[in-house]
């Protein structure tokens, strides 16, 4: 039996491709791909050194000491340094409003007048009660003397009749009289103190119907107009803010 053998075939041959073609196809991508990376590094260093102006530099320098400055930026309220709220300790109605805003004041001058019809009626009274209560004394006083004179009468008849008249109940009731008396005349004097008081605060809310200025300033605000009511039962009311001087300011940030 003869066998024959068959030459083996290329496997090239057998695909139909030819390897030298091959290897050609293959080395021109890679020269390709080796052009396009140099390119790009290429214009990448162009880019570095002449796109964004000079190249940067470093220096160095020894370490020392120096001011550091730190700036800080704000908002805020631009204020007075010194600002006084002037208020009214009495109850009543404006009779008249003197300032106006941006006003200049001085210390001492009038910045508002309450209408003080009440307050002049209650001085009235308070000064008659006065008078009535130092009449009060003069009479005391005469009563005071009355008394004393009729106990020291008394006290001579005794003496004169060697103790047999007046009885002894006689002589304790006008010693008893002669000390109410006095006492009268200690309780008058001291309605006559209370009347001064009274006839003082009276005469004091009188001088406070006049809103006067504390400060010499500007007036920055005013809250009130001629015939307002103004309410001071559990604190003074605000009427008027002043500012002392505008030309030194503080800012509230």
Known sequence: ???????KMDIAQILGV?????RALQRKRWIAAATL?????VVTIIRLSTGNGAPKQYKTQEVRRGSLTVTVTATGTLQPTNEVSVGSELSGIIKSVEVDYNGRVKVGQ????LDTSKLEAQITQAKAALESARAKVLQTQATVVETK????????????SNGKVPSQTEMDAAKATFERAKAD???AAASVSQ???TLQANETDLAKSIIRSPINGIVLTRSIEPGQTVAASFQAPVLFTLAEDLKRMQLEA
């Open 1 to 7: 039996m003869v066998t024959k053998t068959e030459p």
């Open 18 to 22: 030819d390897s030298s073609a091959g």
């Open 37 to 41: 990376a140099a390119t790009i590094v």
């Open 110 to 113: 009038i910045l508002a007048r």
């Open 149 to 160: 004179a009729k106990l020291a009468q008394f006290q001579k008849v005794r003496e004169l």
């Open 185 to 187: 005349g200690a309780s």
């Open 195 to 197: 009347a001064q008081a």
